[in-house]
Nanobody
Framework: QVQLVESGGGLVQPGGSLRLSCAASGFTLEYYAIGWFRQAPGKEREGVSC????????YYVDSVKGRFTVSRDNAKNTVYLQMNSLKPEDTAIYYCATDRPSLTTRWSDPDEYDYWGQGTQVTVSS
């Protein structure tokens, strides 16, 4: 049974950092692309980042480039999203998702993913 569990969210001040984790079970994460999404109240789910299998190529939405970094630890079957220089507009529920080994132009489309975690809340506020 495919399962994804996010953790690491919390309350942080503007300019602070958090590291989100996406732990996988029921499959070998190494062979799958993992996408990170976020959804703020009243807004659509937005693709934040994606890391592909095999070559570890990565994608980021423009608003987080230079601040967020996605990585994977295959030994722990876990993908991470390091978030630095956080801003109030980063406040949202963050989800990880997967479905296939590689995504390119459609990496930020939620419809490309069939398996989702339950989400973790990130709040950036002073």
């Amino acid at each position: 049974q495919v399962q994804l569990v996010e953790s690491g969210g919390g309350l942080v001040q503007p300019g602070g950092s958090l590291r989100l984790s996406c732990a996988a079970s029921g499959f070998t994460l190494e062979y799958y692309a993992i996408g990170w999404f976020r959804q703020a109240p009243g807004k659509e789910r937005e693709g934040v980042s994606c890391i592909n299998a095999h070559d570890d190529s990565t994608y980021y939405v423009d608003s987080v480039k230079g601040r967020f970094t996605v990585s994977r630890d295959n030994a722990k079957n876990t993908v991470y999203l390091q978030m630095n220089s956080l801003k109030p507009e980063d406040t949202a529920i963050y989800y990880c998702a997967t479905d296939r080994p590689s995504l390119t132009t459609r990496w930020s489309d939620p419809d490309e993913y069939d398996y989702w975690g339950q989400g973790t809340q990130v709040t950036v506020s002073s």
